[in-house]
């Protein structure tokens, strides 16, 4: 049973940084792909970022430039270091791994940028 768990999120000033984490048990993470989608309050859940099994990364336009996605596959990790965040980066931030056949959610983790 592949379990997902996002830690990090927090309330931060526009201008400022936040790294939100996830840790995958359960399964074989070095061998998923991972990555992070957002929800903010009213809005669709729309995709942030992503990380293959071998590293390659793509992201959304709306973050490229001020958004990083790594991962740690000793730790099992992926990880979201989110810098110059603005207002409208606030939402719930919410980790996804892929196997071969099922996409796995975590239950999220609040960021909050006040302006």
């Known amino acids: 049973q592949v379990q997902v768990v996002e830690s990090g999120g927090g309330l931060v000033q526009a201008g400022g940084s936040l790294r939100v984490s996830c840790t995958v048990s359960?399964?074989?993470?070095?061998?998923?792909?991972t990555g992070w989608f957002r929800q903010a309050p009213g809005k669709e859940r729309e995709f942030v970022a992503h990380?293959?099994?071998?590293?390659?990364?793509n992201y959304a336009d709306s973050v490229k430039g001020r958004f990083t996605i790594s991962r740690d596959n000793v730790a099992n990790t992926v990880y979201l270091q989110m810098n110059s965040l603005k207002p409208e980066d606030t939402a719930v931030y919410y980790c996804?791994?892929?196997?071969?056949?099922?996409?796995?959610w975590g239950q999220g983790t609040q960021v909050t940028v006040s302006s």
């Open positions: 359960g399964g074989r993470f070095s061998r998923y792909a």
């Open positions: 996804f791994v892929n196997d071969a056949a099922f996409s796995y």
């Open positions: 990380i293959s099994w071998s590293g390659d990364t």
